[in-house]
């Protein structure tokens, strides 16, 4: 068994993609924790990289955080950001997210995602790095299912698109890591993240902007689509966790709510934490998508004492009070 190490001072932790949604909020919980952070972030264009910077605008005023721009497909910027270290854990959240965008880059798509994880396993190699490395990774390796909850040891040769695709290889990756170097890796299976800082292009923020502005909301299918929403503070418990727990070497662990929320269900808890009706347009299901997640977190349970305390409700009202707030400041 291998577990985490740790500094008079605490932790030392690299996280990769740091400035982004998830990223920022695990900075967050790590700093207070008493933790030295380096993040190394690219600040690339996918939405407003203005938004990235305004995540990590209170965290490079704290004494122990150093913010290293750069991309993990660059050696030379990989070198010079674990130079910052030595780290205890790198967590690995640098990524090209979304299915749909993934549908129309492929290429890009496995560049970032499997080139640039390869690239940081590299490095970490070269480098000596002798602690564990936390992949994060995503329910859409799972491809399309017929009803049932999603296991850790359920088949995922079956992706819908490439970024499913991306992530799916990128965990295989990190097991041939383990194997040849004995580098401990836990690959943590995210179920659609939501919460404050979400991005801008994920359905919850979307479809929060287009009804509050009173314009026509687009869902496709039938809307009885479903999605294991999970708040993004959870999220961040399990990762968070998942730093210290007794690593068996490898291991995949799902992230989840395990409670899936139908897509007009989510829409209808929308309008009524803005107190505003929103404008459906229907559409035809979109390729690449798969028709529901969800997240069976027995293990989760057992191995890190994963408990989600934030339900959907809850999620969506804190969502919409960061949102308002976030506008109303702007105007």
Known sequence: ??????????????ITGGAGFIGSHLVDR?????????????????????????????????????????DIRDDNSLADTLKLGPFDVVVHLAAMAGVRPS?????????????GTQKLIGALNHAGFDGRLV???SSSVYGARSGECFLETDRIDQPLSPYATSKAASELLCYSAFHTTGLPVVCLR?????????????????????????????????????????????IVSGIESAIT???????????????????LDLIQAL????GKEAKLVHKPFQVGDVPYTYAGIDKAKQVLGYNPSTDFSEGIKLFVQWYLGKHAAVS
Request: proline share 6%.
């Open 1 to 14: 068994m291998i577990s985490g190490k740790s500094s008079p001072t605490g932790r030392r932790v690299l």
């Open 30 to 70: 790590l700093l207070a924790a008493g933790d030295s952070i380096v993040v190394l972030d690219n600040f690339n264009d996918f939405y407003n990289p203005n938004v990235k910077r305004s995540n990590v605008e209170q965290h490079l005023k704290h004494s122990r955080y150093k913010l290293s721009e750069g």
């Open 103 to 115: 549908i129309s880059q492929p290429a890009h798509y496995m560049d970032v995602n499997v080139t």
């Open 135 to 137: 992949f994060g990774s």
């Open 190 to 234: 995210f179920f659609t993240v939501f919460g404050p800082r979400q991005r801008p292009d994920l359905a919850i923020h979307k479809f929060c902007h287009l009804i509050e502005a009173g314009q026509p909301v687009e869902i496709f299918g039938d809307g009885k689509s479903k999605r294991d929403y999970t708040f993004v503070g959870d």
């Open 245 to 263: 727990y007794d690593l068996p070497g490898y291991d995949i662990i799902n992230l989840g709510r395990s409670e899936p929320v139908y897509l």
């Open 271 to 274: 309008e009524h934490a803005l």
